[in-house]
């Protein structure tokens, strides 16, 4: 079977079990899972580009898509006034000595051969800009802190659109992706993904723990929109005709009476809906960008140097090609679209809750999704952001109705049918090994697997 006719048949399942969900279930959830469906794919894509077309196996994930989302934070909320007073020029202060002993310390790499002398000029610089740090950096974060705690206590943001932020996040991951490559890229496949992870768990404690910053644990909520509120439409007479001419047939079998309550309550319902399928539309507008993009870069000279690199390195460093530099532009191009994800998901939540992300967790999707779907091949990577999403979701209330009706003929008060029926949701676990088994004994390339064209 062709992979044209394996993709047409498996994006046509996977939207035949999007409309039974919204069917059997409701198109609220339904939405909400292809809203969520159309990021993950994002997040696959992104992985897709280091480990399918690089053979990076980066395991630092959430990192880049909690970047995303602080990036939301900081361009879409608006500056806190008086934090800024109170502590806002001690961390301007701070962040030109950091970017000042930076940038001495790459000057003195340039000006002095590597021997003792840099190293000594290099810790005294060091230590030299961390007494400065000291003297205002900490007051600064207690000033900062102290502005209104309960509701503030973080300088803010831009207050922009929050749109914005898609593109900051992809430049904020891209920039920690170019800081982390230039020290790891040069580490074997299975260190790098050791300092990956860990790279990751000290991205996140950093946003966790540094409250001037985004409010760490105490979150972050009510971030502006790009689409409408449910109350605005449910106010809205073009909204109210909308979903009356909609309604007309059910509408018209009430009485006088019901049918004003009737119209209320489908105006609300009607309302949600809408929001969410204008999240949709952005959400799969920013897919098929990246969708795109990733086409043709991978079907470029560039990508098929990149697949040359990962099928043997050794052959492409000795026809003259620079490895760790070409590893390091598919490394921060991969970060950037998580950073990219990161962004919408925090767009989509209306909210920054840094400890929701979970590296290990979440990181073990992604990866499946990528594996599932076919590394190496973009619709694949799409396609498993898709599908393990949809069963990571669906698999509990599905394990909780099988588990019903296997019960259902023993007693209300069993031990035993209770025992099962509580269980059941962790059974997600299991299914989603389930499916990665055996897609790896059926399909080991994935449901949609590389194509290698062959001149």
């Not at 259902?408 to 962790?426: C, F, G, K, N, V």
Request: hydrophobic share 55%.
């Amino acid at each position: 079977m062709s992979n044209t006719i394996r993709a047409t048949f498996a994006f046509t399942v996977m939207a035949a079990l999007l409309l039974l969900v919204g069917f059997y279930q409701s198109w609220n959830v339904a939405l909400t899972i292809l809203n969520l469906c159309l990021i993950s794919a994002v997040m696959s894509l992104g992985v897709n580009i280091q480990w399918g077309y690089a053979g990076l196996f980066n395991a630092g994930v959430m990192a880049f898509t909690a970047l995303g989302g602080l990036a939301a934070v900081l361009v879409s909320v608006n500056p806190v006034g008086e934090a800024w007073s109170a502590g806002g020029l001690g961390m301007l202060l701070s962040a030109f000595i950091v970017m000042a002993g930076i940038a001495i310390i790459v000057l003195l790499r340039r000006w002095l051969a590597a021997g003792p002398l840099r190293k000594l000029c290099t810790a005294m610089v060091v230590i030299a800009a961390l007494v400065l740090l000291r003297s205002h950096y900490y007051d600064a974060v207690q000033s900062i802190e102290a502005v209104n705690p309960a509701k503030t206590g973080f300088l803010g943001g831009l207050g922009m659109p929050i749109l914005f932020s898609w593109v900051i996040g992809g430049v904020f991951a891209a920039a920690v992706a170019w800081l982390i490559g230039t020290v790891a890229l040069g580490l074997r496949a299975d260190y790098l993904a050791i300092a990956t992870l860990g790279i990751s768990e000290i991205v996140i404690a950093v946003i966790k723990n540094e409250d001037w910053l985004a409010r760490g644990v105490k979150n972050v909520s009510g971030l502006s929109r790009p689409v409408p509120y449910e109350y605005q439409l449910q106010n809205s007479e073009w909204f109210i005709s909308l979903v009356q001419r909609f309604g007309e047939s059910k509408l018209a079998l009430l009485s006088d009476t019901a049918r004003p309550a009737a119209l209320q309550q489908m105006v609300i319902e009607g309302s949600s809906v809408f929001v969410k399928l204008c999240y949709s539309a952005l959400f799969a507008a920013m897919l098929l960008l990246i969708l795109w993009l990733c086409g043709r870069a991978l079907n470029s000279p560039w990508g098929r140097m990149m697949r040359a690199i990962r099928d043997n390195e050794e052959a492409a460093s000795a026809m003259g090609k620079d490895v760790t530099r070409r590893h390091l532009q598919v490394f921060v191009l991969g970060c950037a679209v998580l950073g990219i994800a990161g962004a919408m998901l925090t767009t989509l939540d209306g909210q920054f809750t840094p400890g929701t992300y979970q590296p290990l967790r979440y990181t073990f999707l992604i990866w499946v999704m990528v594996i599932v779907g076919g590394s190496g091949n973009n619709l694949g990577a799409v396609l498993g952001g898709f599908l393990i999403w949809f069963v990571w979701i669906e698999a509990e209330p599905a394990s909780l109705f099988v588990m019903q009706f296997l019960t259902s003929h023993l007693d209300d008060a069993s031990a035993w049918r209770t025992h099962l029926i509580d269980s059941a949701p962790h059974l997600r676990l299991f299914l989603m090994g389930l499916v990665l088994l055996l897609v790896l004994r059926f399909s080991p390339r994935g449901i949609l697997p590389e194509q290698v064209r062959r001149s």
